[in-house]
T-cell receptor, first 114, second 115 residues
Framework: AQSVTQLDSQVPVFEEAPVELRCNYS??????LFWYVQYPNQGLQLLLK??????LVKGINGFEAEFNKSQTSFHLRKPSVHISDTAEYFC????????????FGQGTELSVKP | SAVISQKPSRDICQRGTSLTIQCQVD?????MFWYRQQPGQSLTLIAT?????????ESGFVIDKFPISRPNLTFSTLTVSNMSPEDSSIYLC????????????FGPGTRLTVT
């Protein structure tokens, strides 16, 4: 079955430290990968996406992610986090020819402490 | 991208009643979707709202419980019928601009509490 696994449910980190949020997906020939952020009591905002081309993709707010096909991973990174990055982060996958639907991971709660 | 609004933003309902949630987009979009986010959980796709035809439901979701309409390319509704406390969730509408972009934009969600 198609699935997405976010390996960490909670990630506490101090302000200005680097962070990596991990995401693995079940293998398929063609996948499209996304990271979304959900701030408290708000909807989802698209952080970045991988559709094709360069495996390193840059998004908003200084985040970047690397698509690794051999490891079926799409980890999210930021070299220096801010208090305002505290939020829930969701990895999502869309598989080719599946009608565009997104399959979400369970989410990672990033908590940035001063 | 697109600007998406949902009404109501939140509601508290009695069990056994129904609630209709509206999703309005500021431009014509190809695809519209409805997701459910149960408390502390991730998002699960309920159905794809098809313009001019019946919605396509995911496994575990049925039309009698979650009837969906999409009369045009900018508007859709989701009804949660015969509600029980287990239906307490955030319901989110999302859109994809075309068949090729794959990325989806989400509305602010409707927070539903069933008592």
């Amino acid at each position: 079955a198609q699935s997405v696994t976010q390996l960490d449910s909670q990630v506490p980190v101090f302000e200005e430290a680097p962070v990596e949020l991990r995401c693995n997906y079940s293998s398929s020939v063609s996948v499209y990968l996304f990271w979304y952020v959900q701030y408290p009591n708000q909807g989802l905002q698209l952080l970045l996406k991988y559709l094709s081309g360069s495996t390193l993709v840059k998004g908003i707010n200084g985040f970047e992610a690397e698509f690794n096909k051999s490891q079926t991973s799409f980890h999210l990174r930021k070299p220096s986090v801010h208090i305002s990055d505290t939020a829930e982060y969701f990895c999502a996958v869309s598989y080719y020819n599946q009608g565009g639907k997104l399959i979400f991971g369970q989410g990672t709660e990033l908590s940035v402490k001063p | 991208s697109a600007v998406i609004s949902q009404k109501p933003s939140r509601d508290i309902c009695q069990r056994g009643t129904s609630l209709t949630i509206q999703c309005q987009v500021d431009s014509q979009v190809t695809m519209m979707f409805w997701y459910r986010q149960q408390p502390g959980q991730s998002l699960t796709l309920i159905a794809t709202a098809n313009q001019g035809s019946e919605a396509t439901y995911e496994s575990g979701f049925v039309i009698d419980k979650f009837p969906i309409s999409r009369p045009n390319l900018t508007f859709s509704t989701l009804t949660v019928s015969n509600m029980s406390p287990e239906d307490s969730s955030i319901y989110l509408c999302s859109v994809a601009m075309d068949w090729f972009s794959y990325e989806q934009y989400f509305g602010p969600g409707t927070r539903l509490t069933v008592t």
